[in-house]
């Protein structure tokens, strides 16, 4: 079992940035595959980045690419995602979440373990 448990959400301007953190705890001597997504009011969890284990490996969802970054630091068990020029559609409850094994997915069905979520508001 790891528990999940994200931070660093807020209210911000358009084109500003946040740092999203999520902190793992519990079995985080296995390797895994590490996610965010984000789900907005009345729609579905949708994937927004994943990072391999080593953090040699990113992907982004087309709608983040090129403004935000996954990165991980596995010594503090620790997963962020950087966020810049942030866009009010980017307004969501962000999720963290832990994928058993090592292949990439951007299925939730794929992700075994699941954060509470941390709120994000883009707004003048």
């Known amino acids: 079992q790891v528990q999940l448990v994200e931070s660093g959400g807020g209210l911000v301007q358009p084109g500003g940035s946040l740092k999203l953190s999520c902190a793992a705890s519990?079995?985080?001597?296995?390797?895994?595959?590490m996610g965010w997504f984000r789900q907005a009011p009345g729609e579905e969890r949708d994937f927004v980045a994943a990072?391999?284990?080593?953090?040699?490996?990113?992907y982004y969802a087309d709608s983040v690419k090129g403004r935000f970054t996954i990165s991980r630091d596995n010594a503090k068990n620790t997963l962020y995602l950087q966020m810049n020029s942030l866009k009010p559609e980017d307004t969501a409850v962000y999720y963290c979440?832990?994928?058993?094994?090592?292949?990439?997915?951007?299925?939730?069905?794929?992700?075994?373990?699941w954060g509470r979520g941390t709120r994000v508001t883009i707004s003048i």
């Open positions: 979440a832990a994928k058993e094994g090592l292949g990439y997915s951007s299925r939730r069905d794929a992700y075994d373990y």
């Open positions: 519990g079995r985080t001597r296995s390797r895994y595959f």
């Open positions: 990072i391999n284990w080593s953090g040699t490996s990113t």
